[in-house]
């Protein structure tokens, strides 16, 4: 793809984002059957200000700032200084992460939210910097996801950051859908509301039935029907598991509305529940998938070009500099893309810069191999062996060597019970090392095999090795309602040393209420 289709593209993105988002705003949270053909806002003031598409502002900071190296710990700090909203999974995440949780602890932590719709409306940013690459796409996918969602919240996320990045190079929708299902857990409900989706629309009943059966079958608790309505027999699924049901909606838009931009985002809003989301989100997608030029000038001139923000504390401005406009949006987008997938860029093509990107089976979830070529020494990881490290597992890297902290079994402890943890470390370079395992602990507290231990890290035959150690901490005389401790990891022989925060809550495990 060359770099004037890419950027019309990434247009064609934000263009579709704000429409949608627009467009069913007036008509989140309700539930039922509407029929929709164009905006019901006031448009003489042009678009509404959308999470769905502010939260990536915020991110587009930290992403020119710190590029590959972005992780959860940087959106985690963006989040603590730039994201004013407090609602549901966002307040859970920054609460969370404002006690020291780190993700994706601060995700899962005592959030009834972490499966609703937070993070999948924040996929097109991952899409557009990792165009044709959904391998790549879904790594940043996750790091945004997990510091304010868990479980079928992030799958929702890493499903429509695959299903946007790979529609740079797959039109057909098909093959995009099992595509986007071919990162997140089979079985999980996102996929399952995926595939209720392509079955009703196969069946040959319409979107409105199809929408019913989709309540049904995967029910969602982001709206309530008026008291006396039609739809007062829809099931109510568990608080906050909104994002399979809406996903669900986002894909019935995407197969009834047949490519067609203006009736598929109609249906997605026509659907209610998160109606800003699914719009939203379907909008962008067709963007990428058909360009500017697929997008009726009836849409594009109430809205123009100007973006409105809702949840970023523009206050902030000296250290943070939000885009303005979807033309400004753009441009810093594509300046930065190369910066995201270097290795996938010809620079030097005669008829300008060059993004190469496979087609159809070649976007699934293939996986990397790390071992020795030339051996039959290779071990597969796709990205559904990472998804199975969240919500208990905390990621640090370092040039010599990896770690993973699993919690097991969450942050809570009690007086004199044991509580394990787990180290996966891995060796980065092809050469044994003996690293230091210190936990600075409270006195009094034992930690079984040792506060101080030493790890050999193996390599065998030229292929770099994952070590997994296991420790067992008694906590004893505890007199405070959380506690922090610190896990030293010193390679010897190196100069890197990595300190990782460890919180520990000294409480009951909470329950919420579920409404009527």
């Known amino acids: 793809m060359n770099i004037h289709e890419y950027k019309d593209k990434v247009r064609a993105c934000w263009l579709g984002k704000n429409i949608g988002g627009s467009l069913g705003t007036p008509f989140e949270c309700k539930r039922g059957v509407f029929d929709v053909d164009f905006y019901t806002h006031d448009y003489s003031k042009g678009a509404l200000p959308n999470d769905d598409l502010d939260l990536q502002l915020v991110w587009l900071n930290a992403a020119e ?47 009834p939210f972490r499966n609703s719709c937070g993070c ?107 008291p006396g309505s039609a739809y007062m027999d829809e099931p109510i699924g568990p608080l906050g598991m909104n994002a399979p049901n809406n996903i669900g909606i986002t894909i019935l838009g995407l197969l009834y509305g047949k490519g067609n931009f203006s009736d598929s985002i109609c249906i997605a809003t026509g659907c209610g529940e998160d109606a800003d989301c699914t719009a939203a989100t379907l909008g962008a997608l067709l963007g990428i998938i058909n360009g500017t030029a697929s997008i009726p000038k009836k849409w594009l001139d109430p809205i123009g070009d100007e973006i409105k923000t809702i949840c970023v504390d523009l206050t902030k401005w000296e250290t943070l500099d939000v885009p303005k406009t979807v033309t400004e949006f753009t441009d810093r987008i594509c300046r930065l893309m190369p910066t995201f997938i270097s290795e996938h860029i010809d620079l030097f093509n005669n008829n300008g810069p060059v993004i190469s990107m496979e087609k159809g089976e070649g976007l699934k979830d293939k996986g990397v191999y790390k071992g020795r070529q030339g051996t039959d020494v290779n071990v597969r990881f796709t990205f559904r062996d990472k998804l199975k490290t969240q ?27 044991p509580k394990k943890f787990g180290l996966k470390i891995e060796n980065n370079i092809v050469k044994q090392q003996w690293l230091t395992v210190k936990w600075h602990l409270p006195e009094g507290w034992n930690m079984d095999p040792g506060a101080e231990t030493c790890v050999n890290l193996s390599q065998r035959h030229g292929v770099t090795a994952l070590t997994e150690v296991d420790y067992i901490m008694t906590p004893v005389q505890l007199q405070k309602g959380f506690y922090r401790i610190i896990l030293e ?28």
Not at 91 to 108: A, R, V
Not at 397 to 407: I, Q
Not at 491 to 511: C, H, K
Request: charged fraction near 20%; hydrophobic fraction near 40%; charge should be negative.
């Open 120 to 226: 999948f409306i924040r996929s097109e940013l991952w899409a557009c910097l990792a165009p044709g690459h959904p391998e790549i796409a879904v790594r940043y996918a996750y790091e945004d996801g997990i510091a304010d969602h868990s479980e079928e919240g992030l799958y929702a996320e890493i499903f429509c950051a695959a299903l946007q990045s790979a529609a740079f190079s797959e039109s057909d929708i098909y093959t995009l859908l099992d595509i986007g299902v071919s990162y997140i857990p089979e079985g999980c409900l996102v996929a399952k509301a995926v595939t209720t989706a392509k079955d009703c629309f196969e069946s040959g009943i319409d979107w409105k039935a199809a929408r019913k059966r989709m309540m049904y079958e995967v029910p969602g608790s982001f709206a309530h029907a008026l």
């Open 391 to 417: 919500p208990f597992g905390v990621h640090r890297k370092s040039e010599p060597f990896d770690v993973t902290v699993d919690y097991i079994n969450g942050i809570s402890i009690k007086e004199g019970e």
């Open 65 to 111: 700032k710190y590029g590959k190296n972005l992780d959860s710990e940087i959106l985690g700090e963006y989040w603590l200084s730039y994201i004013v909203a407090d609602v549901s999974e966002y307040g859970m995440g920054k609460n969370n992460m404002e006690m020291g949780l780190l993700p994706p602890l601060s995700g899962w932590y005592n959030n």
């Open 489 to 516: 990891i010193k390679s010897n022989g190196r100069l890197s040393t990595m300190y990782l925060p460890i919180t520990l809550v000294n409480g009951p495990d909470t329950r919420h209420w579920q409404g009527e």
